[in-house]
């Protein structure tokens, strides 16, 4: 089955996600557009509007079934097709996602970090072998590599993302903060623009202003 | 001077400057909204637009001189006025950040760590002391404490938000990946959620939809 979404609406289908876990570890079993909406700060007519794109989960009077419809979003987004990463870098940035990220519980399966430390090649963080940097290009070849998370300097991003993209890797999650200069229809680049962030919570700050 | 943005303008200027900081470097001293429009995937208009909601840097003919429009976004941004901020939990995320994170880049102190370990209270990670957790409320008594960056266990982030904002914190920056309970008008919290951002990645990839 294949949804088409808009932008807006898969952005916030991750909070549905995370909020319907959260209810469901509670026990709650069923919850109405408007107990959803007060939860997460959005309107009843939002929620039932977010939720109407990929089709009827919920039943007028009764409300959503929690678990059928925390099964129906992880299915929009495709999250029962495991995708095969790589984390290239295993500074303290890579070595913490390593650590905690919860790759799984997106649907993603991390597969090796790389890094060119003889520090780091040949041990293991959290399970997961770093290898040496030079060895990207046969392991990819060997390998579904789908996403390519990105925590190595900014100074070699771009030459590494270009690599990688020649080599199909159609994924890549930026932490670099740089904009990649990958221009190829076929990749999405994920940007975590940390310092976007910051800014933006200082600006809101700093002005009193309210989002 | 006062400006008042509107939230997706907001989220745009942290980007401009970034685009700025490179034209700058590359020792490009105008630029059109055309140009800048190109280099950032936006529409001349969009850029117009964006950019006549705090004055005329830009002349006709001639473009937006680069280091003026810098200046004059950063100054909207308010990064001209200090803030201080503290990080609580130095693991592996924690001191990816106090490493690499550039805050003065934001206008932004950082003043401190906190932790529990002792294998990391009384050291110092790039400079910045990590000091002991049950001293987090005399430091912030102490000293202008803006922002919290909250870079410890899920299952202390309540907790210590709340503790947080009682002592008069009143930004935080949450990388915990739970929506905190802080529910008070005069807190912004920016959050974080790389879960969010993965599952978002893992769409396009899986589905073949542009963004």
Known sequence: MKYRISGNVIRRLPRYIRQLDLLAASGVEKVSSGELGAQ????????????????????????YNVRQLRDGIAQALGMDEKLGAIVIGAGNLGRALISNFRFEDCGVTLLSAFDVSPDLVGKAINGTLVRHANDIESFVKLNRVDVAVLTLPQSEADAIAE?????????????????????????????????????????????????
Chains 1, 2 share one sequence.
């Open 163 to 211: 690599a990688l993209v020649k080599l199909g890797v159609r994924g890549i999650w930026n932490f670099t903060g740089i904009d990649l200069d990958v221009a190829s229809a076929d990749v999405t680049v994920e940007n975590v623009h940390l310092s976007d962030s910051m800014l933006t919570l200082g600006y809101y700050l700093r002005s009193g202003d309210k989002e």
């Open 40 to 63: 997460m700060s959005l309107t009843a007519s939002q929620i039932r509007q977010d939720l109407n794109c990929f089709g009827g989960f919920g039943q007028q009077g009764y409300g």
